[in-house]
């Protein structure tokens, strides 16, 4: 099994280059199967979600060529092969339930086997199977699979009970070639909702009102191809203002967007971190200064973000003071808390609370990446933690973002992978080839 040892190390200082955001990119490559016509996608992360997505593509009947060390893939659909991709692969990754929208709205018919549950919680797909009922199609669950097929679909209002980021992606797409106009009420407001919406407009589309809680999709006949560039991960930007401020750092992040981070900024400057916006990119300064504890409460955007949830925990185990975070996306996104607690931190929970009081001397132990995110906080921890910190199933981590160990070598930091054998990924899910 691969692993990070992770050394104390000083404070990281340079500057790092943002890749191609994850989230944006996964629901773009399944758009792509909406059009017949080639699509050229640019600035996408080399990361293993995307390979898995790619032969979900190829599985379904698209030529895909893979130039991701050009950070570049062209995908062509002339025809779509089949409808039920495997399980072997749909299981590999949540986020692959949203070719289910592009494939009800090209052929009518998807055959998906059900994404199971995962580490952060139930994560069930009843909105998505909602919009797609109201937008005209019979849904059959059962045996581990649901099934989708519709005629002709037809434009609707949809309200979210919940703006769930992957319902909204899915229906969206779902009704982009609809009869008539939908509606999605109470829609994820996300910058890859955005991402998604601007792509699929590129290719013919007409979309409007993405990035409010309010879309409006106009149906039309068909679509045709295009390029894009996917926008920077906002995540993966927000991890490393983290590591700037958790090793008391000074790291100029390039190619990142701060509006999509507003509240990461907001949380680190309340901490007394200094974050600026300059020509060259976010400038995050922790060099100087005492910094203060501070509260979060996770929400869908624009509010603080659930995926920076266990990252800016680790930082807040060293800032003197009580700090609380709340937890209101996901129902059990808390295991990272026993990991950091077993390197010394002082965290109780109750129920999705977390208070932590801060300054507690870390030393590094043995501990286990149970999502990609909590992944990352501990590698973040180890960075201050007495000794070495050795991060188990680090495949977590290396799924969110491109060239972990590069990039944050490349600022000082002491991080090195350990895989037991060049296969190594194998047996934790790599992508049948
Ligand atoms: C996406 C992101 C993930 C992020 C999350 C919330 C991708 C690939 N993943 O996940 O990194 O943490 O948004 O920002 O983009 N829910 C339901 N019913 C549904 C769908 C969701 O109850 O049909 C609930 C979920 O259980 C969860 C909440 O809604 O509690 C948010 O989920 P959602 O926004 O759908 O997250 P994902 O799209 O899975």
Do not use: W
């Given at each position: ?12 200082m340079g500057e790092v280059e943002i ?24 600035d ?185 560039h996917?926008i920077p991960?906002r995540?993966e930007t927000g991890?490393f203002m983290?590591?700037a ?5 000074n790291v100029l992040i390039k190619n990142s967007l701060p509006d999509h981070v507003k509240?990461v900024i907001?949380?680190l400057r309340?901490?007394?971190v200094s974050v600026e916006d300059t020509l060259e990119g976010l400038r995050v300064d ?125 600022l ?22």
């Amino acid at each position: 099994m691969a692993k990070f040892i992770v050394q104390k190390s000083g404070p990281l200082m340079g500057e790092v280059e943002i890749s191609g955001s994850k989230n944006a990119v996964l629901p773009i490559m399944a758009a792509t199967l909406l059009c017949e016509e080639q699509c050229v996608i640019m600035d996408v992360p080399k990361l293993r979600d995307v390979d898995v997505m790619s032969q979900i593509l190829v599985r379904i009947g698209a030529n895909v060529k893979d130039e991701l060390e050009q950070n570049k893939l062209t995908v062509t659909t002339s025809e779509i092969a089949e409808t039920e991709p495997p399980y072997g692969l749909v299981s590999k990754m949540r986020a692959s339930f949203v070719i289910m929208g592009p494939l009800l709205a090209r052929v009518g018919r998807a055959r998906i086997p059900l994404p199971g549950g995962c580490a952060i919680g139930s994560r069930p797909i009843d909105l998505h199977l909602k919009g797609f009922a109201a937008l005209g199609a019979k849904i059959v669950e059962g045996s581990g699979f649901v099934e989708a097929q519709a005629d002709r679909l037809r434009g609707t209002t949809v309200y979210l009970d919940f703006p769930s980021v992957g319902a909204t992606e899915n229906i969206m797409m779902a009704a982009v070639m609809a009869e008539g106009t939908t509606v999605i009420e109470n829609a994820a407001e996300e910058p890859e909702i955005v991402d998604l919406a601007n792509f699929i407009n590129k290719m013919g589309g007409r979309i409007k009102g993405a990035g409010t809680d309010t879309i409006k999709i106009e149906g039309v006949e068909k679509l045709h191809g295009t390029t894009h560039h996917v926008i920077p991960d906002r995540i993966e930007t927000g991890t490393f203002m983290l590591a700037a401020a958790i090793t008391r750092g000074n790291v100029l992040i390039k190619n990142s967007l701060p509006d999509h981070v507003k509240p990461v900024i907001a949380k680190l400057r309340e901490c007394g971190v200094s974050v600026e916006d300059t020509l060259e990119g976010l400038r995050v300064d922790a060099t100087r200064g005492k910094f203060t504890a501070t509260d979060i409460k996770t929400m869908p955007y624009p509010g603080f973000p659930t995926d920076m949830q266990s990252i800016f925990m680790a930082f807040l185990t060293t800032v003197e003071g009580k700090s609380t975070v709340i937890e209101t996306v996901f129902e059990n996104r808390f295991m990272h808390v026993s990991e950091l607690s077993r390197m010394g931190a002082n965290i109780t929970t109750k129920d999705r609370s977390a208070t932590i009081i801060g300054g507690a001397k870390l030393t590094g132990t043995q501990v286990v990446a149970t999502d990609l995110r909590a992944g990352a906080a501990l590698v973040l921890a180890g960075l201050v933690a007495e000794d070495f910190t050795e991060v188990d199933e680090v495949y977590h981590i290396e799924r969110g973002c491109e060239r972990f160990v590069d990039k944050f070598s490349a600022l000082g930091a002491n991080i090195v992978k350990e895989s037991p054998d060049s296969n190594n990924y194998n047996k934790y899910g790599k992508a049948e080839q």
